[in-house]
């Protein structure tokens, strides 16, 4: 896939995710040798194991009921879950909400090649399965995550090609998935041209120009865990973590909300003066890029193609309300 590479790989949830928008996996991935693995190497946590999730990077056992095994299904995904291992247990004490911190890590064993992790288990749902309106409940509790999140990162803070990036370096990406013939279906030649001017829009938005803070980096719905009131309930996912431009994380307002939520989320991001005019025009300008690169990559059918389809709906949405 060329840029941006929706994933799934932290979905803990009652959910199972099938992964039909995935790639194909570098290496097979069951609970038959999770469950070796953990016996051989954290006997104390042994348990029943059960695939819930098979996603981008990583497939996701559940493990008895307080667990879940984190397995790379995929080298990338491997050098992904380096960072989590490396960062979460730093980050996770000043973050609002729950992430999933891994409790014990594991090494490649019976022919399975990878680093694994083993981590909590959080009931919930995952944002992508419930409607936008009902996540507004959730929008003030993931703004302060994302304030929380947003301090200056170290200098060796991971690095990544993709988020947290000045905006103009989407620019050729962005304006290739815009003419694709993906788009040409999902939008109508006068929608197409909205959204190119918007992204126009926020190239011409002051660069970021502060010191680089810690970035999600994939912080799109199907990477939020909901309770039963709907209530963040943890924040999953954090191979793509890294530093950068915090606009990168604050396009979740469209990626994840619908215009309530979105302005729910935009009053507690504002209060804490962690974000510009500028800024929240970068932001838009990222919810454009990852939207495009999500319907251009995978169609609007599976869950994170219909998460990019509607966020340059809500872009829409917007730009037609500052028109009047």
């Known amino acids: 896939m060329v840029g941006w590479r929706p994933r799934y790989g932290g979905a803990m949830s009652r959910e199972v995710h099938d992964g039909t928008d995935a790639p194909p996996a570098d290496v097979h991935v069951d609970a038959e040798l999770v469950r070796r693995l953990v016996e051989a190497q954290h006997p104390d946590l042994a348990g029943r194991v059960e695939l819930v999730a098979s996603g981008w990077d990583n497939a ?29 247990p730093e980050l996770a004490p000043r973050l609002p909400v729950a992430i ?13 090649p990878y680093p694994w992790s083993i981590v909590p288990w959080f009931d919930g749902a995952d944002a992508a399965s419930v409607d936008r309106a009902s996540r507004a409940a959730a929008a003030a509790a993931l703004a302060g995550f994302v304030v929380a999140l947003g301090d200056p990162a170290p200098a060796e803070a991971p690095e990544n090609r993709f988020p947290g990036i000045p905006l103009a370096e989407r620019d050729a990406l962005t304006r290739e998935g815009l003419a694709s013939a ?13 959204l190119v001017a918007a992204w126009d829009a926020a190239l011409r938005a002051p660069a970021y120009d502060g010191s680089p803070v810690w970035v999600h980096g994939d912080l799109h719905p199907a990477n939020l865990l909901l309770d039963e009131r709907a209530a963040l309930a943890a924040v999953l996912d954090f191979g793509d973590l890294t530093s950068g431009d915090s606009a990168t994380d604050l396009a979740t307002a469209w990626l994840t909300f619908d215009h309530v939520g979105r302005a729910a989320f935009r009053a507690t991001v504002d209060a804490s003066g962690r974000a510009d005019a500028a800024t929240w025009t970068r932001a838009r300008g990222w919810a454009i890029a990852l939207g495009v690169a ?14 990019g389809f509607e966020a340059l709906r809500e872009v829409l949405a917007d730009a037609a309300l500052e028109r009047g």
């Open 182 to 194: 993906a788009l040409a279906e999902a939008f109508a030649p006068a929608d197409r041209a909205d």
């Open 100 to 112: 999933p911190v891994p409790v014990r890590t594991g090494a490649p064993a019976f022919g399975y």
């Open 294 to 307: 999500m319907v251009s990559s995978v169609g609007v059918q599976g869950r994170i193609g219909r998460t």
């Open 60 to 88: 996701i056992l559940r493990l008895g009921s307080r667990h879940a095994v984190r397995m790379p299904r995929r080298a990338l995904g491997a050098q992904l879950a380096a960072g989590e291992q490396r960062w979460l």
